[in-house]
C-alpha cells in the first residue's frame, strides 16, 4: 500500500504560507477547511483574529520525507488483526514525531511574520 497526500512542489514560487485575509470558502483545498471558513468570516465583516495559514502544499513537503517509510509500515498491517493496526500506527507516529519544517516554509513564516 503506498500512501499519497497529492504531489509536493518543490518550486520555490508555490506559496506555503498565506495571509488569512487572502483566503476564502474557495480555497478549502489550498488551506483546508477550518482556515478557509475563517476567511470567509472575515471576508463577510466577523471579527476574526488576524493569522496566516500553512498550505496543504507545505504539509505534503514537510511529510513527503517519511512517505516511503509510511508506506512500507502499513504493508505490514494484517487487517484481520486490530492488534497489528495499534502496533504499526505507534511506529507511524515514532516517524512522525521530530517533524522538520522545511526551510522554504520557515523563510515564508520569517516573510509574514513581525
Known amino acids: ?9 518543490r518550486c520555490p514560487l508555490e506559496k506555503f504560507v498565506i495571509p488569512l485575509p487572502n483566503v476564502n470558502q474557495k480555497d478549502t483545498d489550498l488551506v483546508g477547511y477550518k482556515a478557509a471558513n475563517l476567511g470567509a468570516l472575515l471576508e463577510a465583516g466577523f471579527p476574526v483574529l ?3 495559514c500553512i498550505t496543504t502544499s507545505a504539509f505534503r513537503f514537510a511529510l513527503d520525507p517519511h512517505i516511503e517509510k509510511i508506506s512500507e509500515l502499513l504493508q505490514k ?3 484481520q488483526k486490530p492488534a497489528d493496526a495499534v502496533v504499526v500506527s505507534s511506529q507511524i507516529m515514532y516517524v512522525l514525531d521530530q517533524p522538520r519544517i522545511p526551510e522554504i516554509v520557515v523563510a515564508e513564516l520569517d516573510h509574514l511574520l513581525p
Open 77 to 79: 498491517v494484517d487487517q
Open 50 to 52: 488576524n493569522g496566516i
Open 1 to 9: 500500500m503506498r500512501v499519497s497526500f497529492g504531489s509536493a512542489c
